[in-house]
């Protein structure tokens, strides 16, 4: 298996512009996770969703913030407006439960100016 | 309260020593304790993980020790290496519910030759 796939690894945008993440969860698992990773405030969790179905999005951080996972194997965390505050490595994940064990994508590394 | 404290944040170890790292937490219903491993550029890799039902797991040079009373747990990597060299992350999750991760903050090893 590739393992969890997300793109684009680097986005440089500028304010107020909008930004989508995407990302291939592995093959059969049920549950996805998107991660914020800051030197400030470490790995912080977004949104998770299992099934396809969002269960707690109280991490998102705004409204400008919103997730979607239309199938099984796509999910997309975007943005809009962005903000230099928003600038941050995105993760996502993707686990099998019961394992309790998940997977990290590389990240995408976003940079707004 | 979901926090998960980790200590020390940054830790240097000679080439062949005992790196320790310590996390602590509160949530009574966390019952999955995973460390991951990160290097720069890369997404978290999940390294070892434990269950509360045993005070010990040990894989190759790596040793989680859980004392469920104390409500701490560690990471014993023994026989440093300077390739062991990376940011590694406590974290928890609960079963009852979520499997979400709750991470401590970090610890950046550098193993020096």
């Known amino acids: 298996d590739a393992g969890v796939i997300q793109s684009p690894r680097h986005e440089v945008t500028e304010m107020g512009q909008e930004v989508t993440l995407r990302c291939k969860p592995i093959?059969?698992?049920?549950?996805l996770f998107w991660y914020r990773q800051t030197m400030m405030r470490g790995l912080e969790l977004l949104i998770y969703?299992?099934?396809?179905?969002?269960?707690?999005d109280s991490g998102m951080p705004e409204d400008r913030f919103s997730a979607k996972m239309p199938n099984a194997s796509f999910s997309t965390l975007k943005i809009q407006p962005s903000e230099p505050r928003d600038s941050a490595v995105y993760f996502c994940?993707?686990?099998?439960?019961?394992?309790?064990?998940?997977?990290f994508g590389p990240g995408t590394r976003l940079t707004v100016l | 309260q979901q926090q998960v404290k980790q200590s020390p944040q940054s830790l240097i170890v000679q080439k062949g020593g005992i790196s320790i790292i310590n996390c602590a937490y509160e949530?009574?219903?966390?019952?999955?304790f995973p460390w991951y491993q990160q290097f720069p550029g890369k997404g978290p890799a999940l390294l070892i993980a434990?269950?509360?039902?045993?005070s010990e797991k040990k894989e190759g040079r790596f040793t989680i020790s859980f004392n469920k009373s104390a409500k701490q747990f560690s990471l014993h990597i023994m026989d440093s290496q300077p390739g062991d060299s990376a940011t590694y992350f406590c974290?928890?999750?609960?079963?009852?519910?979520?499997?979400?991760?709750?991470f401590g903050k970090g610890t950046k090893l550098s193993v020096i030759p």
């Open positions: 994940a993707s686990s099998l439960a019961p394992s309790g064990g998940a997977f």
């Open positions: 093959s059969g698992h049920d549950y």
């Open positions: 969703f299992n099934n396809n179905v969002p269960i707690d």
């Open positions: 949530n009574t219903a966390f019952d999955y």
């Open positions: 434990i269950r509360p039902d045993v």
């Open positions: 974290a928890a999750s609960s079963g009852a519910g979520s499997y979400q991760l709750t």
